[in-house]
């Protein structure tokens, strides 16, 4: 069966630091990755989503990169880490499922920026 | 773009049903539905992709109307465990493989 990792689970990191959180999935092989920010009780935002090793698509202009080095590997990065960027970090796959593809979570990163 | 989820939040007792509504401006091509608990993450309940599709499985059902503009979940004889934030997630579509989330409806099961 498939599973998808996230480390750090938490994370502290004061501003102006760097950041680079990790999601690998398990299990599959050319997944469709993706990575959400969602705020303190609000939605989820999609960041960034990937359709292969090194295709990735942003749809939020800001100080975050993501990378796909590896098929089942998924980078978010930031150099310099800003108050507003506090927040739960999910990175999501989606797989084919008969009909349409159906997408999972990780267990999701928590980054707190002082 | 986003989905409009209607209601904001909801309370019920154990045992009553609720409905919980994701529309759109635009036709959609599929829409799922997931429910988060508090400091976890969104767990798949489901997804429709044909107008005018209802599926379901145990007491939570979902309807995707004929012209894919509006889903609906449907929790009959709520439980405690249904507690959560519920979150449509939408593809407009095929191919593109980006799901745009709704604004979510708060759910509190009361004893």
């Known amino acids: 069966s498939q599973t998808i990792h996230q480390w750090p689970a938490t994370l502290v990191q004061p501003v102006g630091s760097p950041l680079s959180l990790e999601c690998t999935v398990e299990g599959t092989s050319n997944p469709n990755l993706y990575w959400y920010r969602q705020a303190a009780g609000r939605g989820l935002q999609l960041l960034f989503y990937s359709v292969g090793i090194g295709q990735i698509s942003s749809e939020v202009p800001q100080n975050l990169s993501a990378s796909r080095p590896q098929d089942r590997q998924f980078i978010l990065s930031s150099k310099k880490l800003l108050l507003s960027d506090s927040g739960f970090y999910l990175c999501?796959?989606?797989?084919?499922?008969?009909?349409?593809?159906?997408?999972?979570f990780g267990p999701g990163t928590r980054l707190t920026v002082t | 773009q986003q989905p409009v989820q209607s209601p904001q939040a909801v309370i019920l007792r154990e045992g009553e049903d609720a409905v919980i509504n994701c529309s759109s401006s635009?036709?959609?091509?599929?829409v799922h539905w997931y429910r988060q608990k508090h400091g976890e993450a969104p767990v798949f309940l489901m997804i429709l992709l044909k107008g005018g599709e209802q599926k379901g499985h145990e007491k939570i059902s979902a309807s995707f109307n004929e012209k894919k503009q509006q889903s609906s979940l449907y929790l009959t004889a709520s439980q405690l465990s249904y507690s959560g934030t519920y979150f449509c997630?939408?593809?407009?579509?095929?191919?593109?493989?980006?799901?745009?989330f709704g604004t979510g409806t708060r759910l509190k099961v009361l004893a």
């Open positions: 997630g939408t593809e407009m579509t095929s191919g593109t493989y980006k799901y745009i």
């Open positions: 635009k036709a959609l091509y599929s």
């Open positions: 999501a796959w989606s797989v084919f499922a008969g009909e349409a593809y159906e997408q999972y």
